[in-house]
């Protein structure tokens, strides 16, 4: 049983370019949240999508936006990066009956 | 406000027991979380606990549950070279479903 897929695993952007960061959640999940953990930090929640909707959102500016797609994967989506951007993302996926996430291994972005 | 907050480092001998500590603000959160994080991956869930109870075991973790100080506690017994990791103190204020709220994290090395 595959559990949260990410895609890429690294990748290197320049400041200004935009960025989208893939994530299957585990069979059986059909909610996906999104983390950003800097370095030496703990992670940091985005947003979280069921349903297909953003259901809630942290404290993150309108540059960072996401999608639910009807098979339940995610994408993240960063316009306009910024150096403090440079962070590995975390997906987290759980059942809407109970939570208990399962985080993959996450994407690490490099913005130079 | 919503913080949580660790110790930062935590060094022990191979065969001891660790105690990982950490407070939380958010006397509404029904879900505790501790997660752990080796180096290049991304968040493995250990154990959680539910806020009317005081106490979890699973084998060799024991949590404890302070609530009237909000203090959560991870022992980990016959600590062993594989469990030199990051852990991570969570907390759910929106319930199971919420966001995860979590700690700088606490780095522990086990020395043989």
């Known amino acids: 049983d595959a559990g949260v897929t990410q895609s890429p695993t690294h990748l290197i952007k320049t400041r200004g370019q935009q960025v989208t960061l893939r994530c299957s959640p585990k069979?059986?999940?059909?909610?996906v949240s999104w983390y950003q953990q800097a370095l030496g930090q703990g992670p940091q929640f985005i947003f979280q999508?069921?349903?297909?909707?953003?259901?809630q959102r942290g404290n993150f500016p309108d540059r960072f936006s996401g999608h639910q797609f009807p098979n339940y994967s995610s994408e993240l989506n960063v316009n306009a990066l910024l150096l403090g951007d440079s962070a590995l993302y975390l997906c987290?996926?759980?059942?809407?009956?109970?939570?208990?996430?399962?985080f993959g291994s996450g994407t690490r972005l490099t913005v130079v | 406000g919503e913080d949580v907050e660790q110790s930062l480092f935590l060094s022990v001998r191979e065969g001891d027991s660790s105690v990982i500590n950490c407070t939380y603000t958010?006397?509404?959160?029904?879900?505790l979380y501790w997660y752990k994080q080796e180096p290049g991956a991304g968040l493995q869930l250990l154990t959680y606990?539910?806020?009317?109870?005081d106490m979890k075991q699973d084998q060799r973790l024991t949590v404890l549950l302070n609530k009237k100080d909000k203090h959560l506690s991870l022992r980990i017994a016959d600590t062993q070279t594989g469990d030199s990791a990051i852990y991570f103190c969570?907390?759910?204020?929106?319930?199971?479903?919420?966001?995860?709220?979590f700690g700088k994290g606490t780095k522990l090395s086990v020395k043989p």
């Open positions: 987290a996926s759980s059942s809407n009956r109970f939570g208990g996430y399962t």
């Open positions: 069979s059986g999940h059909d909610t």
């Open positions: 999508y069921y349903e297909e909707e953003e259901r």
């Open positions: 958010d006397s509404s959160s029904t879900y």
């Open positions: 606990i539910f806020s009317n109870m």
């Open positions: 969570a907390e759910s204020p929106g319930g199971s479903q919420g966001n995860l709220i």
